[in-house]
Protein backbone atom coordinates (compact mmCIF):
# COMPACT_ATOMS: atom_id res chain seq x y z
CA UNK A 1 0.00 0.00 0.00
CA UNK A 2 1.29 3.44 -1.32
CA UNK A 3 1.31 5.87 1.58
CA UNK A 4 -0.18 9.28 0.40
CA UNK A 5 2.11 12.23 0.00
CA UNK A 6 1.74 14.88 2.64
CA UNK A 7 -0.87 17.28 1.43
CA UNK A 8 0.33 19.97 4.45
CA UNK A 9 3.89 20.22 2.10
CA UNK A 10 3.78 22.18 -0.92
CA UNK A 11 4.64 20.79 -4.22
CA UNK A 12 7.99 21.52 -5.50
CA UNK A 13 6.50 23.23 -9.00
CA UNK A 14 4.06 25.61 -6.77
CA UNK A 15 3.98 29.24 -7.86
CA UNK A 16 6.19 30.91 -4.66
CA UNK A 17 3.13 32.64 -2.78
CA UNK A 18 5.26 36.11 -2.13
CA UNK A 19 6.11 36.41 -5.93
CA UNK A 20 2.40 35.86 -6.88
CA UNK A 21 1.67 38.80 -4.60
CA UNK A 22 4.61 40.99 -5.97
CA UNK A 23 6.16 41.40 -1.93
CA UNK A 24 9.60 39.91 -0.82
CA UNK A 25 10.35 37.37 1.94
CA UNK A 26 10.46 39.94 4.67
CA UNK A 27 7.88 42.02 3.81
CA UNK A 28 5.69 43.51 6.79
CA UNK A 29 1.51 42.05 7.58
CA UNK A 30 -0.04 45.29 5.88
CA UNK A 31 2.59 45.28 3.07
CA UNK A 32 1.39 41.83 2.45
CA UNK A 33 -2.71 43.26 2.80
CA UNK A 34 -2.08 45.63 0.23
CA UNK A 35 -0.33 43.86 -2.02
CA UNK A 36 -3.69 41.00 -1.74
CA UNK A 37 -5.94 44.06 -2.56
CA UNK A 38 -3.84 45.41 -5.47
CA UNK A 39 -3.44 42.58 -7.19
CA UNK A 40 -7.43 41.54 -6.93
CA UNK A 41 -8.04 44.61 -8.42
CA UNK A 42 -5.30 44.14 -11.10
CA UNK A 43 -7.10 40.39 -12.07
CA UNK A 44 -10.67 42.09 -11.70
CA UNK A 45 -13.27 39.61 -12.16
CA UNK A 46 -11.54 36.50 -13.08
CA UNK A 47 -12.57 33.37 -10.52
CA UNK A 48 -9.27 31.22 -10.98
CA UNK A 49 -6.89 34.54 -10.49
CA UNK A 50 -8.72 35.51 -7.51
CA UNK A 51 -8.51 31.69 -6.08
CA UNK A 52 -4.53 32.14 -6.98
CA UNK A 53 -4.40 35.12 -5.22
CA UNK A 54 -6.06 34.04 -1.94
CA UNK A 55 -4.71 31.16 -2.07
CA UNK A 56 -0.98 32.66 -2.05
CA UNK A 57 -2.11 35.00 0.98
CA UNK A 58 -3.15 32.29 2.62
CA UNK A 59 0.02 30.46 2.36
CA UNK A 60 1.79 33.32 3.58
CA UNK A 61 0.03 33.69 6.88
CA UNK A 62 0.07 29.91 7.19
CA UNK A 63 4.01 29.98 6.94
CA UNK A 64 4.07 32.44 9.03
CA UNK A 65 2.14 30.96 11.89
CA UNK A 66 3.93 28.16 11.55
CA UNK A 67 7.24 29.69 11.75
CA UNK A 68 5.58 31.19 15.43
CA UNK A 69 3.97 28.55 16.25
CA UNK A 70 7.75 26.61 15.64
CA UNK A 71 9.48 29.38 17.87
CA UNK A 72 11.17 30.48 15.00
CA UNK A 73 11.64 34.48 14.29
CA UNK A 74 9.64 35.24 10.90
CA UNK A 75 11.58 37.09 8.30
CA UNK A 76 9.55 39.83 8.45
CA UNK A 77 9.66 40.32 11.91
CA UNK A 78 13.67 39.68 11.49
CA UNK A 79 13.25 42.53 9.32
CA UNK A 80 11.06 44.61 10.84
CA UNK A 81 13.58 44.58 13.56
CA UNK A 82 16.20 45.64 11.61
CA UNK A 83 14.25 48.82 10.49
CA UNK A 84 13.87 49.68 14.51
CA UNK A 85 17.17 49.30 15.29
CA UNK A 86 18.38 51.53 12.15
CA UNK A 87 15.82 54.18 13.46
CA UNK A 88 16.92 54.49 16.76
CA UNK A 89 20.58 54.34 15.71
CA UNK A 90 19.87 57.90 13.58
CA UNK A 91 17.38 59.64 15.74
CA UNK A 92 19.53 62.60 17.37
CA UNK A 93 20.09 61.92 20.97
CA UNK A 94 17.64 64.89 22.00
CA UNK A 95 14.49 64.18 20.58
CA UNK A 96 13.37 63.04 23.22
CA UNK A 97 13.58 66.65 24.59
CA UNK A 98 12.30 68.44 22.10
CA UNK A 99 8.39 67.93 24.28
CA UNK A 100 9.97 70.33 26.92
CA UNK A 101 9.66 73.48 27.41
CA UNK A 102 12.24 76.28 26.18
CA UNK A 103 13.24 78.05 29.14
CA UNK A 104 13.46 81.81 28.08
CA UNK A 105 17.33 82.78 27.36
CA UNK A 106 18.74 85.14 29.74
CA UNK A 107 19.93 88.35 28.92
CA UNK A 108 23.61 88.71 28.47
CA UNK A 109 25.35 91.55 29.90
CA UNK A 110 26.01 93.45 26.92
CA UNK A 111 22.28 93.28 26.28
CA UNK A 112 21.02 94.54 29.26
CA UNK A 113 18.97 98.48 29.10
CA UNK A 114 21.85 101.15 29.83
CA UNK A 115 20.57 103.97 31.71
CA UNK A 116 20.97 107.14 29.36
CA UNK A 117 22.48 110.25 31.28
CA UNK A 118 21.18 113.62 29.72
CA UNK A 119 24.44 115.87 28.64
CA UNK A 120 24.46 119.01 30.17
CA UNK A 121 25.08 122.45 28.35
CA UNK A 122 24.15 125.84 28.67
CA UNK A 123 20.85 126.82 26.77
CA UNK A 124 22.03 129.56 24.23
CA UNK A 125 20.24 132.61 22.69
CA UNK A 126 17.01 134.09 23.30
CA UNK A 127 15.66 130.71 24.87
CA UNK A 128 18.25 131.66 27.73
CA UNK A 129 16.65 134.87 28.73
CA UNK A 130 13.01 133.54 28.31
CA UNK A 131 14.25 130.82 30.82
CA UNK A 132 15.73 133.11 33.07
CA UNK A 133 13.38 135.30 33.24
CA UNK A 134 10.54 132.98 34.34
CA UNK A 135 12.44 131.56 37.07
CA UNK A 136 13.21 134.93 38.31
CA UNK A 137 10.00 135.98 38.34
CA UNK A 138 8.71 133.02 40.02
CA UNK A 139 11.62 132.55 42.62
CA UNK A 140 10.43 136.67 43.10
CA UNK A 141 6.84 136.03 43.67
CA UNK A 142 7.89 133.10 46.71
CA UNK A 143 10.46 135.10 48.18
CA UNK A 144 8.94 138.52 47.95
CA UNK A 145 4.86 137.86 47.91
CA UNK A 146 4.26 136.22 51.03
CA UNK A 147 0.41 135.71 49.98
CA UNK A 148 1.88 134.22 46.60
CA UNK A 149 0.83 130.04 47.09
CA UNK A 150 4.06 128.34 46.73
CA UNK A 151 1.90 125.48 45.24
CA UNK A 152 0.95 127.03 42.70
CA UNK A 153 4.27 128.89 42.07
CA UNK A 154 5.58 124.88 41.57
CA UNK A 155 3.32 123.84 39.35
CA UNK A 156 4.45 126.97 37.50
CA UNK A 157 8.14 126.26 37.70
CA UNK A 158 7.32 122.67 36.44
CA UNK A 159 5.80 123.62 33.03
CA UNK A 160 8.05 126.08 32.49
CA UNK A 161 10.66 123.27 32.68
CA UNK A 162 9.17 120.90 31.07
CA UNK A 163 8.34 123.11 28.16
CA UNK A 164 12.38 124.41 28.20
CA UNK A 165 13.22 120.59 27.74
CA UNK A 166 11.04 119.44 25.20
CA UNK A 167 11.96 122.98 23.19
CA UNK A 168 15.49 121.40 23.65
CA UNK A 169 15.08 118.05 23.30
CA UNK A 170 12.24 117.20 20.94
CA UNK A 171 11.40 113.97 24.01
CA UNK A 172 8.19 115.16 25.90
CA UNK A 173 8.33 111.88 28.63
CA UNK A 174 11.80 112.22 28.96
CA UNK A 175 10.97 116.29 30.02
CA UNK A 176 8.38 115.64 32.45
CA UNK A 177 10.23 112.35 33.77
CA UNK A 178 13.88 115.04 34.05
CA UNK A 179 11.31 118.06 35.30
CA UNK A 180 9.44 115.45 38.03
CA UNK A 181 12.54 114.07 39.30
CA UNK A 182 13.96 118.26 39.72
CA UNK A 183 10.39 118.33 41.80
CA UNK A 184 10.80 115.59 43.88
CA UNK A 185 14.31 116.42 45.15
CA UNK A 186 13.91 120.03 45.40
CA UNK A 187 11.29 119.49 47.89
CA UNK A 188 13.60 116.92 49.82
CA UNK A 189 16.14 119.36 49.96
CA UNK A 190 13.70 122.06 51.20
CA UNK A 191 12.12 119.77 54.01
CA UNK A 192 16.12 119.52 55.09
CA UNK A 193 16.68 123.11 54.76
CA UNK A 194 13.23 124.39 56.84
CA UNK A 195 14.60 121.99 59.50
CA UNK A 196 17.93 123.53 60.04
CA UNK A 197 17.22 127.10 59.05
CA UNK A 198 15.23 129.92 60.98
CA UNK A 199 12.33 131.33 60.25
CA UNK A 200 15.06 134.11 59.64
CA UNK A 201 16.93 133.99 56.50
CA UNK A 202 20.37 135.81 55.98
CA UNK A 203 18.92 138.95 53.88
CA UNK A 204 16.33 139.13 56.82
CA UNK A 205 13.53 137.78 55.25
CA UNK A 206 11.26 136.42 57.21
CA UNK A 207 9.82 133.29 55.30
CA UNK A 208 7.28 130.64 56.13
CA UNK A 209 8.16 126.68 56.25
CA UNK A 210 5.98 126.30 52.54
CA UNK A 211 8.41 128.67 50.80
CA UNK A 212 11.31 127.62 52.65
CA UNK A 213 10.87 124.22 51.08
CA UNK A 214 9.66 125.44 47.69
CA UNK A 215 13.41 127.32 47.36
CA UNK A 216 14.81 124.78 46.57
CA UNK A 217 12.54 123.01 44.14
CA UNK A 218 12.39 126.22 41.92
CA UNK A 219 15.89 126.76 41.78
CA UNK A 220 16.73 123.04 40.59
CA UNK A 221 14.19 123.75 37.97
CA UNK A 222 15.27 126.73 36.41
CA UNK A 223 18.83 124.78 36.18
CA UNK A 224 17.42 121.73 34.98
CA UNK A 225 15.77 123.69 32.19
CA UNK A 226 18.93 125.66 31.02
CA UNK A 227 21.37 122.94 31.87
CA UNK A 228 19.94 119.42 30.43
CA UNK A 229 20.49 118.83 26.91
Known amino acids: MNSSPDQSQPAADAPDPYALLGVSADASFEDVQQAKQARLVDVGDDPLARARVEAAYDAVLMGRLKERQQGKVSTAARSASVREDKVATTKPASAGLSSLPKLPALPR ?18 SRWITLGVAAALIGLLVLVPAASPELLLALGTLAAVAALQRRNRRFW ?54 IA
Do not use: D, T
Open 109 to 126: PGNLPQLNLPSLALEQGQ
Open 174 to 227: AAVGWSFGLLVLGLALGALLGGALSAELPLGLPLNPAQVQSLPALLLLALGALL
